[in-house]
Nanobody, 119 residues
Framework: QVQLVESGGGLVQAGGSLRLSCAAS????????KGWYRQAPGKEREWVAS???????TYADSVKGRFTISRDNAANTLSLQMNSLKPEDTAMYYC?????????????WGQGTEVTVSS
């Protein structure tokens, strides 16, 4: 079965950095589009960044220039490097894979890893 497991979350001061990782199993990771989403308490889940099967990347305006999404196909992992963190970045971060063009949504999701940025 398909599983996505996030790791790397934690507590960091504003201006600091964290690197999140997502390990995949039960799927051919290299041929899937992948992305990161986040959800703060009381707010809707929002898209953060995506990387296509061909390696093209896109970012939400709120994180552009600070976050970098990358992949390691050999290791079957997805990463999100987060720099210059702000308190508003505090949220549960989720990785997702397998973009469905018709449904305009990802097929598979992880359980999330929590990021807290203190002021």
């Amino acid at each position: 079965q398909v599983q996505l497991v996030e790791s790397g979350g934690g507590l960091v001061q504003a201006g600091g950095s964290l690197r999140l990782s997502c390990a995949a199993s039960g799927m051919i990771f290299s041929i899937n589009s992948k992305g990161w989403y986040r959800q703060a308490p009381g707010k809707e889940r929002e898209w953060v960044a995506s990387i296509s099967s061909g390696g093209s990347t896109t970012y939400a305006d709120s994180v552009k220039g600070r976050f970098t999404i990358s992949r390691d196909n050999a290791a079957n992992t997805l990463s999100l490097q987060m720099n210059s963190l702000k308190p508003e970045d505090t949220a549960m971060y989720y990785c997702a894979a397998g973009w469905d063009i018709v449904k305009r949504a990802y097929r598979y999701w992880g359980q999330g890893t929590e990021v807290t940025v203190s002021s």
